[in-house]
Structures are given as structure tokens and as C-alpha cells.
């Protein structure tokens, strides 16, 4: 069946600008959760959704972070006014719940690879 | 102090050898436990949940010590392929996994 699918595989962008990346979860999967891996770093869990709500936030790197997700399905998460330091790989995986013994195992989309200028 | 640590390797194995990695986690509220295989380039795939009881899948095996807040991975007559990098995830409720940096595993003809 298909898996969680990404959107762009790369963007390379000039600092500054605004990005947009998509998240297209796996059909049927309720909990959505995006991170971050940098050159040489370990994955850096940012934010998760559970539905359409976002419980807790404060694991994005700063307020030019923002993600949002609609009808329960895709998610897009926007960096403002990006900057060189946000160059990472962005990952984004879904589970059929957020907890829940058998059902929070997390399955892992292509990513994008940003490359700010 | 990190909450989820691994040996970073690399380990340099010879085809057919066994290899065993550990991780340690801090927070002892954890509550489930995975370790998933990172090829070059690529995204992390789920190699095993990891149960108390511990779980076997093939020439692989993952236990839990909950007591000294560890897991560990063990292959088992290794093959070529099974040269990757192997993170350990530990989760603590309804959020994210906190994954360790990973251990670099190379296995040699």
C-alpha cells in the first residue's frame, strides 16, 4: 500500500524566503509528526498531530516555524524568513494513533532535503 | 545528560559474525521502545519494536531492561546488507520519538 509521502524531495532556497513543505500521511493514520535531521545529527522530533490538533509546540526550533494540518490528512510545515542554519532533511511519519500498545509505530516518509542559500 | 544514547560505532564486523548494539535512555517514564535502520540517504525504516518480554525476528533479537533503562539489538549471522546505520527510539506518551544519534554498523566481505 502507499506510504507517507513528501513534498518536494529537494528545495534549495535563498535566505530569507519562505518554504512550504507537504506531508502526505499514510491513509487511515490519525497521528502526524514532523522532524528534523541535520548533516552528522540525530532526528530532532519538531511537532506532532494528533487529528488536526497540535498539542504541544514547543518542540519548534523558533516562531518562524509553523505547521498546520486539515481534514485530518495533510500536513504542510511553513519556515518563515529561513535561514542557512535551517539546511536539514525534513522528515515527517504517521502512526494509526498517538498511543496505544501496537498502534503508535511510526512510519517514516522520503523527506525533503532544504538547502537555504 | 542525553536522553537517548548510542555507541556511534563505526563497527567493522566480518560477514556471518554476531554484533550487538545497547542504548541507554534517561527518562524512566518511557514507554515504548524501537529500533529502526537508516540507510545512506534514505529515511529511517522500522526494523523492530522492542517488548519487555524481549522479541526475535529472524537472525534479529531486541530486549528491554527497564531496571538499567537499556535496550539492545542483536544480528545474528550478519550479512553485507545488513551494513546501515540503526537508531534507537524511545517514547514517553502521546509525542514524538526522541532517537539516539545512531550506530554505524559495516559489515565486511
Known amino acids: 500500500g502507499a506510504g507517507v509521502s513528501q513534498s518536494p524531495s529537494n528545495k534549495v532556497t535563498e535566505k530569507g524566503k519562505d518554504v512550504e513543505l507537504r506531508c502526505d500521511p499514510i491513509s487511515g493514520h490519525t497521528a502526524l509528526y514532523w522532524y528534523r535531521q541535520s548533516l552528522g545529527q540525530g532526528l530532532e522530533f519538531l511537532i506532532y498531530f494528533q487529528g488536526n490538533s497540535a498539542p504541544d509546540k514547543s518542540g519548534l526550533p523558533s516562531d518562524r516555524f509553523s505547521a498546520e494540518r486539515t481534514g485530518g490528512s495533510v500536513s504542510t510545515l511553513t519556515i518563515q524568513r529561513t535561514q542557512q542554519e535551517d539546511s536539514a532533511v525534513y522528515l515527517c511519519a504517521s502512526s494509526l494513533s498517538s498511543s496505544g500498545h501496537g498502534q503508535e509505530t511510526q512510519y517514516f516518509g522520503p523527506g525533503t532535503r532544504l538547502l537555504v542559500l | 545528560r542525553k536522553e537517548v544514547e548510542q555507541d556511534p560505532g563505526p563497527f567493522n564486523v566480518p560477514e556471518g559474525a554476531t554484533v550487538a548494539f545497547n542504548c541507554t535512555y534517561s527518562?524512566?517514564?518511557?514507554?515504548?521502545f524501537f529500533w529502526y535502520r537508516q540507510d545512506c540517504r534514505k529515511e529511517p525504516k522500522l526494523l523492530m519494536s522492542v517488548y519487555s518480554s524481549g522479541n526475535e525476528d529472524g537472525r534479529f533479537t531486541a530486549q528491554l531492561n527497564r531496571a538499567s533503562q537499556y535496550i539492545s539489538l542483536l544480528i545474528r549471522d550478519s550479512k553485507l546488507s545488513d551494513s546501515a546505520t540503526y537508531l534507537c527510539?524511545?517514547?514517553?506518551?502521546?509525542?514524538?520519538?526522541?532517537f539516539g544519534k545512531g550506530t554505524h554498523l559495516i559489515i565486511q566481505p
Open positions: 527510539a524511545v517514547k514517553g506518551g502521546a509525542d514524538g520519538l526522541t
Open positions: 527518562n524512566s517514564a518511557s514507554q515504548s
